[in-house]
């Protein structure tokens, strides 16, 4: 028995989601949690989304014009608003136009897109539950996933600061879909200024993510239920994906915790 929902998918997000905050992960998958995306994160998906249809040939201005009008519609879904909302007005709308533009230039040299935002579901023999893998951008030979960011920090030779980046949790991620789908992966990191490609050769995960995805389990199907599971970990906030000041997930966390240890 488990007390995870039955239509339950093990991913590389939620299995990073676990590591970096177990509290996180607990709101989130047993209680259900959900949060609008935010800016930050609608800047990435506006961006992949322009890329694909620019990589058909279409010139920077269009991609510029496709990522604006991606992202206008994301926001105004994300937020129960209209496309021309003055919030819409952010530095993500004009940086995520010059990183579609950055991510065409870079993916276009591997050729022709073979699949793009495929999903791909796959049981494995030691687990109650499959795992679901979502690529980017799969080319003939490589598999490469596109990471939108505000900025690449570099050290003074030119080089990525290796404390930022590659990160690890892009890293697990992308050593597990080269497990899972057999074929080269890579990283391709972009800001509106900079961009970087980086292979998975010779790299190793910090963190087996298979592992992870057991320990979920055996603590899912040892606890009767998901108020046991809040007994096992302290409620930390100090984490990137709790934002920040007193987010309105922070107040749903401690509201759970509060209850849970009737404090």
Known sequence: MSI????????????????????HWIITELF????????????GLAAEEAAHEGLKGDTEDLIRSYAE????????????????????ECEELH????????????????????SYQNEKIVSQDTLKFPIK?????????????????????????GKLDANWYPKDSDIRQQL????????????LYSSAKDQEAIDMLDRTADIDLIQVFHTMEYICSIAKTKEEVV???????????WGKGMTDIKKFATDVWNAVWKT
């Open 133 to 157: 893998c979502i690529t980017d951008f799969e080319f003939k030979d490589v598999i490469i996933d596109t990471k939108a960011t505000a900025y690449l920090k570099r050290l003074k030779s």
């Open 69 to 88: 009008s991606a992202f206008r519609r994301m926001f105004a879904e994300a937020n129960d608003t209209k496309t021309d909302d003055e919030r819409i």
């Open 32 to 43: 259900n949690y959900k949060e609008p995306a935010n800016a930050r994160m609608l800047m």
């Open 176 to 187: 597990l879909y080269k497990r899972i789908y057999n074929k080269p992966t890579m990283l």
């Open 231 to 241: 007994k096992m970990f302290p409620l930390n906030v100090d984490n990137f994906r």
């Open 95 to 114: 940086w995520c136009q010059e990183i579609a533009v950055n991510f065409v230039n870079s993916l276009k040299e591997f050729g022709e897109v073979i």
């Open 4 to 23: 995870l929902r039955e239509d339950y998918r093990h991913s590389a997000s939620r299995a990073n989601a676990f590591i970096d905050s177990p509290a």
